[in-house]
């Protein structure tokens, strides 16, 4: 199966810092998509983002599927940001696979 | 409020017991899927419904049976398990190519 890379596996920030998050890919990737996991275990769905930029708020993706990876930004970091990233994607029909995940703290 | 509904929410089992699972989505997606988490660990994919016929069962072993009633309902019945099946199940749908929703999961003690 394709490999996939999460960086860093673990983020602390100031309240107010940004950040860039990052999933690399040993192939192509189908369906990608950045997931939140707070800390209750709810896991929401940030970006369907297979290709290009899209931008939500403080929150921002970037694809570049040529190169096989994609990049989270997150602006102006709040406690509430806290939790764990998933990048996940699919190789196959619909095998919605997850990154072992970046756990990011933000101190207020 | 999550969009696809799981319940319960917690559920303690012995290792003799038989307990189900529920999922309900009203979204009129076409794939739904059963993850395993463990504590500080990603996702699992354990199967996959598409069109309510299985399409994917991740080598998951047979005392995990998954069921999909109708196009809006997922269950996972649970059948002599072990302890270390003791982890949280999440319950996800789709549309093809659109974003995974998730539900708040179940969280499984097996005793």
């Known amino acids: 199966g394709i490999q996939v890379e999460q960086s860093p596996p673990d983020l602390i920030l100031q309240e107010g810092a940004n950040s860039t998050l990052r999933c690399n890919f040993s192939d192509s990737v189908n369906n990608l998509q950045w997931f939140h996991q707070n800390p209750w275990g709810q896991l929401i769905n940030l970006f369907y983002i297979p290709s290009g930029t899209k931008q939500n708020g403080r929150l921002s993706a970037t694809t570049v599927a040529t190169e096989r990876y994609s990049l989270l930004y997150i602006s102006s970091s709040q406690t509430t940001d806290s939790g764990v990233y998933f990048c996940a994607h699919s190789e196959n029909n619909n095998d919605m696979r997850f990154g072992a995940g970046t756990r990011l703290t933000v101190k207020p | 409020d999550t969009e696809v509904t799981q319940t319960p929410k917690h559920l303690v089992m012995g290792m003799t017991n038989k307990k189900s699972l529920k999922c309900e989505q009203h979204?009129?997606?076409?794939?739904m899927y059963w993850y395993k988490q463990k504590a500080k660990k990603p996702p699992e994919l354990m199967f996959v419904?598409?069109?309510?016929?299985?399409?994917i069962n991740e080598s998951v072993p047979s005392r995990f049976s998954p069921e999909c009633p109708n196009s809006s309902l997922l269950n996972l019945h649970l059948h002599a398990l072990q302890p270390e099946d003791s982890a949280l199940y999440l319950c996800?749908?789709?549309?093809?190519?659109?974003?995974?929703?998730f539900g708040n999961g179940t969280r499984l003690t097996v005793t």
């Open positions: 419904y598409s069109y309510e016929k299985l399409s």
């Open positions: 979204m009129g997606h076409r794939a």
């Open positions: 996800a749908s789709s549309q093809w190519d659109s974003p995974l929703h």
